[in-house]
């Protein structure tokens, strides 16, 4: 089993920056690809950005691109999703989700709002 748990959404403005971090419990977090999705009220949570168990294997949706960066620092047991240019539409809670045996995992989610 995988517990996760997310932080470091805040309300920031237009063009600011921001670092999320989720850290998962238990021994196998090195060998687990890992994922951040978003949710924004009235809309389907969506893909966000991918990093492979091994740090590579990175991918990101195209609204983030250029602007997100994922990593992970797995004998911390932790993934970061690094958020810069920040706009409105980017406002949403922010979840990370893994795969373990055939079962997802989620975690509470972390609140970003960008707004002047």
């Known amino acids: 089993q995988v517990q996760l748990v997310e932080s470091g959404g805040a309300l920031v403005q237009p063009g600011e920056s921001l670092r999320l971090s989720c850290a998962a419990s238990?021994?196998?977090?090195?060998?687990?690809?890992m994922y951040w999705y978003r949710q924004a009220p009235g809309k389907e949570r969506d893909f966000v950005a991918q990093?492979?168990?091994?740090?590579?294997?990175?991918a990101y949706a195209g609204s983030v691109k250029g602007r997100f960066t994922i990593s992970r620092d797995n004998a911390r047991n932790t993934v970061y999703l690094q958020m810069s240019s920040l706009k409105p539409e980017d406002s949403a809670v922010y979840y990370c989700?893994?795969?373990?045996?055939?079962?997802?995992?989620w975690g509470q989610g972390t609140q970003v709002t960008v707004s002047s």
């Open positions: 990093i492979r168990w091994d740090g590579r294997g990175i």
């Open positions: 238990g021994s196998s977090f090195s060998t687990i690809d």
């Open positions: 989700n893994t795969q373990y045996f055939g079962r997802s995992y």
